[in-house]
């Protein structure tokens, strides 16, 4: 029987797997406070690997609870392993659930581990003339690659695996398989406690196992061994090295009792499948089932859909007139809307059988000219999912909707901002049990993605067609949850008529010049170049800076730098590292400033660079309205709201963003301390209200306070402390963050907040009843109404309650200043509409909009903006706009 032809039998570490999802994935949870993170992050490696590798058999290993015979030899065996936390420990019995539904077998050995089931059915595997794969994120697993069994180690968190084999092995370390049990002996393993050789790491252990084979043949020509240290070291601790190998060799004869037919790959349990689904909210992974298990709607549901030729458009219109109201989504021929061109578009009223225009087969500019006055009568509702996207479609149409009355991805949002996928199958299933045409099952993922374009009409008319009857389907019952939830004004005032505001951002974009971006792309490779050539003089050698195992080297090894901290492969000189290392030696401030540098260069100006459309010379950035828990508006593609103000070559990236031509300049209108302002209005708390209301310097204020001091003697450090406390009470900061923010001790940071607390005693209680009704309720809210639910509260993990309690404190004030410039950004856009102004709102970073105001409008530009966003949402306090104007981002700031 040849290769292609053999079984194949998978074997999954499933203690390993999903540990690696846990701690991979934010804690995610179920509005009931199930905790998901760990079993959807498992879900989502299982499936990517069953794509990837058809199997006959395959089962699931966990280790059991109790001691093994590993113990057993060495009482401290896995002793100082941290233990799971229980939002872990929940997880495991609902995997073990889902496996069950899903036929797939599951192993457990009193007295040994997962890796020795994996041992033991591997070589089983492979006596029978089995291909076996064995999957985990345990490289101990290594040992037991072979010509017949491949190892698939997790990477990157859950997104990536590698393939070993037993050449790829030899290739990459230099040593077979079977020596890794070896190297085990050598150089011991922290995680599980098991000692090695002191002074042996993996450089030096397979440098001796190139020479000496096995570690019992390196014992017998210990004299030939190089190096005092290490000769010493070895002879020192020979048991332990012996002791240490027979703890991280994996059993390949443990007693299983199973017969491979309970391995076979069966079909699923699908309705249980789907029952556990749903329970957990895992509405993405219901794509994975086969489209004839899962339910289509009720029984009497028919998919019917009328495609239209020959632009007979007049059926169409005869119903938009009769009902003055229509559901509509285009078709594009990528995912990404704002680069590609359309394909088609479909529209349905009422009940009626829904409509597919397809513009291979109709006239676009027909269409445009026979549906614009539809689309732009405020007498005639509209309907949508994802609307932005079909609003950016009209625009490129030269066509300004009006009455866009439903967006089931806004409202869906407004009722779960923690909502994972809010696509209209995942919508469908949750108000109607019926999913869709799923657009992976259509076009395929990853590199065999295939276009929109290269499916046939009738497809593509289904797969609209059926996400407008959705979109119908859902509208009652998700207007009627927002009606429930008192959010009528946040949904029709401001996220709604919000999608109209960022689709026309999004189409006009931020002109940026080329050639500013060139000239500090070079001016930052100089300082590269020049900072390079300072850390190879300080380090005494050329190596590669970007390598961390280098770069380790050189600090550690060669420098005698104080290690902070090691990871598995090596040193670690992460970021947290460095800082901690300032002021050891002059090479470490090079090596900060030469990491800025780099990211600067590479993502601000190479990533800006190649964003920059052709055509137009400008970026038009994707703004995502539904991704953050708090509110928040979003930017991709690129991040615009991320682009570096720290530091002053930072700042510089900012003169590239132009306005469009001569005859406009940009205006940029910024919320003055906006968060501390909500915090004053919600808390009461006379101090602080009067301090804003005297218009104060709110950080020299509260250094007076905590200080207790007069305003004269407040020194710029002391308002430096201080406004770093009036932030971090925002965020719900600890003493220890402080004191880190700050470089000071605990001591001193607690007491700086202590006296914080004591003078603002409004703010004080604030966050200890705001966190008493998070845990009441479930969830707290903004001054709009907006709700963010927190699980984390009922945790018994006191890091993950603390979490909790932090996102309490948070979300109303950061929540609440969302709202806020979301109603300033809805009505500055209305109005320059309604008085007909050549200005345009172009871009929105946190609390900051900025307008591209026509030279000769920019006195009434700027006092409008001003009055809008100090008079947007009435508080107790005021609101207060600084303004600037400039001829780039650089200039206005």
């Given at each position: 029987m040849n290769k292609e032809q053999r079984e194949k039998l998978m074997i999954i570490d499933g203690n390993s797997l999903i540990h690696r999802a846990f701690y991979a994935l934010p804690l995610l949870s179920t509005k009931d406070g199930i905790y998901t993170n760990g079993v959807y992050g498992f879900l989502t490696m299982l499936y990517k690997i069953k794509d990837e590798y058809e199997t006959d058999y395959i089962c699931v290993a966990f280790d059991k609870k109790g001691p093994t015979f590993r113990h057993e030899a060495f009482d401290l065996y896995k002793a100082n392993r941290q233990s799971t936390p229980n939002e872990l420990v929940q997880q495991f019995p609902i995997i073990r659930d889902i496996l069950s539904a899903?036929?797939?077998?599951?192993?457990?050995?009193?007295?040994?581990?997962?890796?020795?089931?994996?041992?033991?059915?591997?070589?089983?595997?492979?006596?029978?003339?089995?291909?076996?794969?064995?999957?985990?994120?345990?490289?101990?697993?290594?040992?037991?690659?072979?010509?017949?069994?491949?190892?698939?180690?997790?990477?990157?968190?859950?997104?990536?695996?590698?393939?070993?084999?037993?050449?790829?092995?030899?290739?990459?370390?230099?040593?077979?398989?079977?020596?890794?049990v070896d190297l085990k002996g050598l150089m011991g393993d922290k995680s599980d406690n098991i000692p090695g050789v002191p002074g042996i790491g993996e450089k030096t252990g397979i440098k001796l196992l190139k020479e000496f084979g096995t570690i019992e043949n390196l014992y017998d020509n210990i004299d030939k061994v190089g190096g005092k240290k290490t000769r010493e070291s070895l002879i020192e601790h020979k048991n332990t090295a012996i002791l240490s190998k027979t703890l991280g060799k994996i059993i390949r004869n443990a007693p299983i009792d199973i017969s491979f037919d309970q391995l076979r790959s069966a079909e699923p349990d699908w309705d249980r499948l789907k029952e556990l689904y749903t329970t957990l909210e895992f509405n993405s992974l219901l794509s994975k089932f086969p489209q004839h298990n899962i339910e289509i709607g009720e029984p009497d549901y028919k998919m019917e859909y009328i495609i239209i030729e020959d632009n007979d458009f007049n059926p169409i219109i005869e119903e938009i007139e009769r009902e003055k109201a229509f559901y509509f989504k285009f078709l594009f021929e990528e995912d990404n809307y704002i680069k590609s061109p359309m394909l088609g578009i479909g529209i349905k009223t009422g009940d009626h059988i829904p409509y597919y225009i397809d513009f291979s087969q109709n006239e676009i500019e027909i269409f445009k000219e026979m549906f614009k006055g539809y689309f732009e009568s405020g007498e005639v509702a509209k309907y949508g999912h994802m609307a932005k996207m079909d609003v950016f479609a009209l625009l490129t149409l030269d066509i300004n909707i009006n009455n866009l009355a439903f967006d089931s991805v806004i409202g869906q949002y407004l009722l779960n901002p923690a909502q994972s996928d809010y696509s209209i199958n995942v919508l469908g299933?949750?108000?109607?049990?019926?999913?869709?045409?799923?657009?992976e099952s259509l076009i395929g993922k990853g590199k065999s993605k295939k276009s929109y374009k290269d499916l046939s009409v009738d497809t593509r008319a289904q797969y609209i067609t059926q996400a407008l009857d959705l979109i119908h389907g859902v509208r009652r019952p998700i207007i009627e949850k927002i009606e429930e939830y008192e959010m009528t004004e946040l949904y029709y005032e401001v996220e709604l008529p919000l999608v109209e505001v960022l689709a026309n951002m999004e189409y006009i974009g931020f002109k940026v010049d080329l050639d500013v971006l060139n000239r500090l792309?070079?001016?930052?490779?100089?300082?590269?170049?020049?900072?390079?050539?300072?850390?190879?003089?300080?380090?005494?050698?050329?190596?590669?800076?970007?390598?961390?195992?280098?770069?380790?080297?050189?600090?550690?090894?060669?420098?005698?730098?104080?290690?902070?901290?090691?990871?598995?492969?090596?040193?670690?000189?992460?970021?947290?590292?460095?800082?901690?290392?300032?002021?050891?030696?002059?090479?470490?401030?090079?090596?900060?400033?030469?990491?800025?540098?780099?990211?600067?260069?590479?993502?601000?100006?190479?990533?800006?660079?190649?964003?920059?459309?052709?055509?137009?010379?400008?970026?038009?950035?994707?703004?995502?309205?539904?991704?953050?828990?708090?509110?928040?508006?979003?930017?991709?593609?690129p991040n615009l709201q991320n682009i570096p103000i720290k530091t002053e070559e930072g700042r510089k990236i900012r003169k590239a963003f132009i306005a469009e031509n001569e005859d406009y300049i940009l205006v940029d209108a910024d919320y003055s301390q906006i968060e501390l302002r909500v915090l004053a209005h919600i808390s009461k708390d006379p101090k602080l209200m009067e301090a804003f209301h005297q218009d104060e310097d709110i950080h020299t204020k509260t250094a007076s306070e905590v200080f207790h001091i007069s305003i004269d003697e407040v020194t710029p450090l002391m308002r430096s402390r201080a406004k770093a406390v009036n932030f971090g009470i925002v965020y719900g900061i600890s003493d220890y963050g402080l004191s880190k923010d700050l470089n000071i001790s605990r001591k001193e940071a607690k007491a700086y907040i202590d006296n914080y607390l004591k003078n603002y005693e409004n703010v004080k209680k604030y966050m200890e009843?705001?966190?008493?009704?998070?845990?009441?309720?479930?969830?707290?809210?903004?001054?709009?109404?907006?709700?963010?639910?927190?699980?984390?509260?009922?945790?018994?993990?006191?890091?993950?309650?603390?979490?909790?309690?932090?996102?309490?404190?948070?979300?109303?004030?950061?929540?609440?200043?969302?709202?806020?410039?979301?109603?300033?950004?809805?009505?500055?856009?209305?109005?320059?509409?309604?008085?007909?102004?050549?200005s345009r709102l172009i871009l929105q970073v946190h609390d900051e909009l900025i307008i591209e105001a026509h030279r000769d409008e920019v006195e009434e530009v700027k006092n409008l903006v001003r009055d809008i966003m100090e008079n947007s949402v009435k508080l107790e306090i005021p609101l207060k706009v600084d303004l600037k104007t400039g001829d780039s981002w650089y200039e206005s700031m």
């Open positions: 899903m036929n797939i077998a599951q192993l457990e050995l009193d007295g040994y581990e997962a890796d020795d089931i994996a041992g033991t059915l591997s070589q089983i595997g492979e006596d029978k003339g089995m291909e076996v794969i064995l999957v985990t994120g345990d490289r101990d697993y290594l040992q037991l690659a072979s010509d017949n069994t491949k190892i698939l180690i997790t990477k990157k968190g859950i997104t990536e695996l590698e393939e070993f084999d037993r050449e790829k092995i030899i290739e990459e370390y230099g040593i077979t398989p079977d020596q890794f299933k949750e108000y109607l049990n019926i999913y869709g045409i799923d657009s792309g070079e001016e930052f490779q100089e300082k590269i170049n020049k900072l390079t050539e300072e850390i190879y003089s300080l380090a005494g050698r050329e190596f590669n800076i970007n390598s961390p195992k280098q770069l380790g080297e050189i600090l550690f090894d060669e420098l005698n730098l104080p290690i902070i901290k090691k990871t598995k492969t090596g040193y670690s000189t992460d970021a947290e590292v460095l800082e901690k290392l300032k002021g050891q030696h002059e090479i470490i401030e090079k090596l900060l400033k030469y990491r800025q540098m780099v990211k600067l260069k590479s993502t601000y100006i190479d990533g800006l660079v190649n964003m920059v459309d052709e055509k137009t010379s400008k970026i038009h950035s994707s703004f995502n309205q539904t991704v953050t828990n708090t509110g928040r508006i979003s930017s991709t593609e009843d705001i966190v008493k009704v998070g845990k009441e309720k479930g969830y707290v809210e903004t001054i709009l109404n907006r709700r963010r639910y927190i699980p984390e509260l009922k945790s018994k993990n006191f890091s993950v309650r603390s979490f909790g309690e932090r996102i309490a404190l948070n979300t109303p004030i950061q929540g609440s200043a969302a709202d806020i410039i979301k109603v300033a950004m809805v009505k500055v856009f209305k109005e320059l509409k309604r008085r007909n102004l050549k």
